[in-house]
């Protein structure tokens, strides 16, 4: 299986450099060639994954929520580059690294103590499938709020390089952003919904009281106050950045944050 995963590595780190590489050198038009790396490292990583959770009920520690998170990206980039056009496209400059970071960080940390519970079960499969696609989603809309920063800042200053070149208009990186933190906010309250009824049907209580749903409270009220600014008063630029990476950041702690903390500090101590 970890053949299958430095494979996927491999190609993901391929189109990494590409990507990079052909915007470095200002080419604007995107190649079809990093398309099929991405896909060809995806099936790799993929297949692998969902034969062992079919087949075991793998259980969703540290490391196989950074495989799963690392694979949701690239499903996320490869159907954005269909759909979305060149904003999400771009995305990749930061995106596809990150996933070669992850899924490696998941080789490395994949002989960490797994939780005592597999993921078996309608509502607790439905839970992390839409937990992962909002992950997926709010990670998209903090590269493009980093990007929305450095773009604003570069015009405030004056300082316009080949990195400004590089990057769409700043009203599609702000449109494109919302659009990715609206969809995130929806899966996240869908996957917040069935959590619920999973606590329910197995302790008999909506809401089990722990760091992780916490974190991922204040996730939703931080972009769902986002939203009602937006609509309301019009709210982009860097207040809209800081609500996105600040709910990008709790969204860590209580996705992985949570795990690292019990699979490796507490177990090492």
Do not use: C
């Amino acid at each position: 299986m970890e053949l299958h995963f430095w494979s996927a590595t491999g190609m993901y780190a391929m189109a990494s450099a590409w990507v990079i590489f052909h915007q470095l050198r200002g080419q604007r038009a995107e190649t079809v060639a990093v398309w099929w790396l991405v896909l060809a490292g995806w099936v790799m990583q993929g297949v692998p994954m969902i034969r062992e959770l079919v087949g075991s009920g793998a259980v969703m520690n540290l490391a196989l929520s950074l495989e799963w998170s690392s694979w949701v990206m690239g499903l996320l980039y490869l159907a954005g580059w269909r759909l979305l056009g060149r904003e999400t496209r771009l995305a990749g400059v930061l995106l596809l690294p990150l996933m070669v970071i992850t899924l490696g960080g998941s080789l490395f940390l994949s002989t960490a103590a797994p939780e005592a519970r597999g993921v078996t079960g309608p509502l607790l499969i439905g839970h992390l499938v839409l937990s992962l696609l909002a992950y997926g989603l709010f990670t998209i809309a903090a590269i493009f709020a980093l990007m929305d920063a450095f773009q604003e800042h570069a015009l405030k200053s004056k300082h316009l390089g080949a990195l400004f070149e590089m990057l769409p208009p700043l009203n599609a990186l702000e449109s494109t952003l919302f659009l990715m933190v609206r969809m995130g906010f929806l899966l996240l309250t869908m996957s917040m919904v069935t959590g619920a009824l999973h606590a329910h049907e197995q302790k008999g209580v909506y809401f089990l009281f722990s760091h992780k749903v916490v974190f991922t409270w204040a996730t939703w009220l931080v972009f769902g106050v986002l939203l009602v600014g937006r609509h309301i008063q019009g709210w982009r630029g860097r207040r809209a950045v800081r609500f996105t990476l600040w709910g990008y950041a709790l969204l860590v702690l209580a996705f992985l944050g949570v795990k690292f903390v019990k699979e490796i500090i507490i177990v090492n101590q």
